[in-house]
């Protein structure tokens, strides 16, 4: 069978790069781990690879604001093949800081200034596992999940933040990729955990599947509820078209 090449993308500071590659190889695919700068200066490895995924972590500490510099980096190397890449069809994936970093490249609805994501609610960093329930149809990461996951968040700017004008745009279009389920860890509007671009290629989303692929990754040890289906239909996607 044949294995898709993804590319894990890693800034300084950067720590689930290894999870998701893990995530990517239990879900049939060959990842490779780079950096924004390896893009910039071999460009065609974005030409060869059939899955983008941002990893999560700290990039640059979130210096500035979490994601921009990580977002700074993907416009200079890779920007505009970036963009032929998701023009393509070729799905791409950002986890927690690659979200945010998604976001202010612009490269998701909703942003431009319409969206953001901002501080917790709670105004601290908050690190515990939550339930996702998958609703978007049109976007090729969920559209064949058929339950809930569950996986720990871990981040401090994480709260979904728009106008509801945008809110509704992002209903009527099926944008909203994923939802929290019971308690709202961090005050997204709407209880958005992701979201999805206008032609269902790219997901975003701030907690962490790759962090619940295996049952010993759970407290307790618990077999349902794991992301790797996740990985597997974005995996399933790129083979198929």
Known sequence: MRSPKVLVVAAPGTN??????????LAGATPQRVTPTDLGSKPQMLDEAEIFVLAGGFSYGDNTGAGRLFALDLETHAG?????????GK????????FQALVRAGLLPGSQGRAALGHNS??????RWVELEPISKKCVWTSELTSNIECPIAHGEGRFVCDEDTVATLKSADSI??????????GSVGDIAGICDDSGV????????????????HPRGQMTGLGLELFRSGVRYAMER
Do not use: K, W
């Open 122 to 127: 709670s105004g601290m960093f908050d690190c």
């Open 177 to 186: 990729a994923f939802t929290y389920v019971g308690e709202n860890p961090n």
């Open 16 to 25: 689930r790069d290894a999870d998701v590659a893990l995530a990517l190889e």
């Open 202 to 217: 790219v997901l975003g989303l701030m907690p962490h599947p790759e962090n619940h692929v295996l049952v010993r990754q």
């Open 80 to 88: 505009e093949r970036l963009r032929s890449f998701i023009a393509s």
């Open 91 to 98: 799905p791409v994936l950002g986890i927690c800081n690659g």
